[in-house]
């Protein structure tokens, strides 16, 4: 018995030992892939993290970081929210989402920087796990409105504007009348300019690892969403650049692993850098691209005998791309302030001030989910409709009016489409140009209905197709000696009604309209001049009469009633 004891205690002690030089200074080997028979260390820059997980698939450093003390704010009157849909993983998130939001800080000082995340999954999850308390888009929202914001830029971080920007933009609409200034910035991926500056900074990202038996795979989410052509785009000016060792695949709808692999085995590489094209290096990168497992994209491609290096670094890591989100931030600032209740009133251009004819002409949107990219205007009488293409084939039928109205109405006031294989056009009535119009989307994949403003532009009809109407005008102010013809005849220009005044006295020397000075347009007869007016609202003018002993400027109420047009 005593033998056995001294036995057990000589094994403890040596497992103690054993323990010990467990946790020496000794460098630990870094996990590998096979190429054949040989082994080689994977290259991965944003270590897996090394706390246990909490559920399989979900490694995650513990605590938080200085980055997501950002959520805690307080009262602002000018704030950017920049909504991501977030990450449970603690160190991509201070690296990506994290710097993002300090390189805008940064470069915005007069702001606060607020967080906001779209996956309530997510939120959660670090609700319980960590403690951390991040607002979702609708208690963002509602914040900013308890806290009387009056400046608010929304700036998205999504990678191109399909279902998940969508939601963000139905979210966040409703509030637009609730500041005095309201805007939404871009994806990073939306505009032309974009793709070229993006595949420059991506392989600037990745030119270390660039050789001739080396391609580079960056793989996306990928989404059912036409904005999935996104993906392709971005493939086709990486190849015109002359990146032709890159190759754009997706997770899933798009190009996916078994096509990468088909690429890949036409172009004479043995090694191949995967990297993420999204914001965050989170689970879909940790797990699905490098996971180590038969269905993880390092694991197949080894399995086809490559040597694979994966790069764990989200785009919103890399100083370039940060800018690049500035950028737009910058742009949504200088853009139109989409606040409903700081925008004016106006009676447009009806058809009875257009010639008959068919026009092409523009539309903009309040929301860049819902793009026109095309609109052929035709005038006939008292009538005006267009047909309107959509960018894609997101929204099934259309509704003059708010979504809440839509949902409320019957089948038979609802516009249907027609469909070319890759766009909706709809055939739609329109009263009038240059005028904010309700124009809702019913969504093909969620039937549900979001709100749009839209605008029927003038910009594209010859300035000769425009025709001169007659307006009735009321007058007030002065010593009632003094009057102006009624009706006045109404001029429309750049997308601005003018007004022809004829006084009943020759002694007006100047008007002053909104601080600027209008001289007279003739020199003979009773005073004449042309003016920028608003319609259906009381417009304060000066008028200068030399009538009396010495020049003296006269205040006057002019408003002009646009359903007198005729």
């Not at 190849?239 to 709808?253: L, N, P």
């Not at 006084?503 to 007869?525: A, D, F, H």
């Amino acid at each position: 018995m005593k033998r056995m004891k001294t036995m057990a205690l000589m094994l403890a002690l040596v497992l103690a030992l054993s323990a010990f030089a467990g946790c020496s200074n000794e460098e630990k080997p870094t996990p590998s892939t096979s190429t054949g028979a040989e082994t080689q260390p994977v290259t991965v820059t944003d270590p897996v993290e090394t706390e246990a997980p909490d559920e399989p698939g979900d490694d995650y450093e513990e605590g938080t970081s200085s980055t997501d003390e950002i959520v805690n704010t307080t009262p602002a009157d000018k704030v950017i929210l920049v909504v991501s849909f977030g990450t449970s993983f603690n160190q991509s998130r201070n690296l990506t989402i994290g710097g993002l939001e300090t390189a805008i800080a940064k470069a915005y000082p007069d702001y606060q920087v607020r967080r906001a995340f779209t996956s309530q999954i997510i939120i959660d999850k670090l609700a319980e796990r960590d403690g951390l308390r991040i607002d979702n888009v609708q208690e963002a929202m509602d914040r900013l409105v308890l806290d009387k914001v009056k400046e608010v830029v929304i700036q998205p971080t999504h990678i191109m504007e399909g279902f998940e920007y969508e939601d963000v933009m139905a979210e966040v609409m409703p509030y637009a009348d609730k500041f005095e200034s309201f805007k939404v910035g871009r994806s990073l991926l939306s505009a032309e300019e974009d793709y070229a500056a993006v595949a420059d900074i991506i392989v600037a990202a990745t030119e270390d690892y660039r050789a001739d038996d080396t391609a580079i795979v960056f793989m996306g989410h990928g989404t059912e969403h036409e904005a999935s052509a996104t993906y392709g785009k971005l493939q086709g000016v990486l190849d015109d650049k002359g990146y032709k060792d890159y190759i754009i695949g997706t997770v899933e709808h798009g190009i996916e692993i078994d096509q990468v692999v088909a690429m890949l085995s036409e172009m004479d590489v043995k090694n191949v850098v995967l990297r993420p094209l999204m914001v965050v290096s989170g689970d879909h990168a940790n797990n699905d691209m490098a996971g180590g497992e038969e269905d993880s994209w390092d694991y197949i491609l080894e399995q086809e005998g490559y040597k694979v290096t994966s790069v764990l670094e989200g785009l919103g890591q890399v100083p370039a791309i940060q800018d690049r989100y500035i950028e737009h931030v910058q742009e949504t600032i200088d853009s139109e302030n989409l606040s409903k209740a700081s925008a004016a009133t106006a009676a447009g251009a009806s058809a009875a001030r257009i010639k008959d004819g068919t026009y092409q002409i523009e539309v903009s949107s309040s929301t860049s989910m819902f793009k026109i990219v095309d609109c052929r205007l035709t005038v006939d009488g008292a009538a005006m409709t267009a047909v309107v293409t959509l960018s894609g084939q997101g929204f099934s039928k259309l509704y003059l009016g708010t979504g809440e109205e839509a949902a409320a109405d019957s089948e038979e006031n609802f516009y249907t489409f027609t469909d070319d294989g890759s766009r909706h056009s709809f055939v739609l009535p329109v009263e009038a140009l240059d005028r904010e119009l309700e124009l809702s989307g019913l969504s093909a994949r969620k039937e549900t209905w979001y709100d749009h403003t839209v605008v029927f532009k003038s910009d594209n009809i010859p300035a000769e197709d425009f025709l001169p109407v007659k307006i009735d005008l009321a007058m007030s102010g002065g010593t009632g000696r003094a009057s102006i013809d009624s009706p006045a005849t109404l001029l429309y220009r750049d997308g601005r009604n003018f007004a022809e005044l004829v006084w009943s006295s020759p002694n007006y020397t100047y008007m002053i309209v909104n601080g600027e000075k209008y001289l007279p347009t003739n020199s003979e007869g009773n005073s004449s001049f042309e003016i920028p007016v608003e319609l259906d609202r009381q417009l304060s003018v000066l008028a200068c009469t030399v009538a009396m002993s010495e020049p003296k400027e006269i205040a006057y109420e002019l408003n002009f009633d646009s359903s007198s047009i005729r």
